[in-house]
């Protein structure tokens, strides 16, 4: 039975769906993520000055609600030192009501 969600990896990144497996497994293990708990990676071009021209999104949802962090670098590029300590899960929850340009 495959994943939530494993359907909509994007076939056109090719060789990069290693790289979005890599970078949704280091998640799921970096906040001790189940199975049934959503990970969905995405490389996503940013045109705000000051911004990198490509960097990678990572969302998650948990029974606290969703989940968000970037990584300013490319998707092919990023490696498991890049993700936030695991101590800054409840850090990175989103809430509502409040935007945060930077993320």
């Known amino acids: 039975m495959s994943r939530p969600f494993e359907m909509m990896r994007s076939r056109?990144?090719?060789?990069?769906?290693?790289?979005?497996?890599?970078?949704?497994?280091?998640?799921?293990?970096?906040?001790?993520?189940?199975?049934?708990?959503?990970?969905?990676?995405?490389?996503?071009?940013?045109?705000?000055?000051?911004?990198?021209?490509?960097?990678?999104h990572v969302v998650f949802w948990t029974d606290q609600g969703r989940h968000h962090f970037k990584v300013f670098k490319p998707l092919k590029d990023v490696a498991e030192d890049d993700l936030p300590p695991a101590f800054m899960k409840n850090a990175l929850v989103f809430v509502e009501g409040i935007e945060c340009s930077c993320c």
Do not use: N, Y
């Not at 497996?21 to 996503?44: I, K, N, P």
């Open 12 to 56: 056109k990144h090719g060789a990069d769906g290693a790289a979005l497996d890599r970078v949704r497994e280091w998640t799921q293990a970096r906040f001790h993520l189940t199975e049934d708990e959503t990970v969905m990676v995405s490389e996503v071009a940013c045109g705000v000055p000051g911004c990198p021209p490509i960097e990678t």
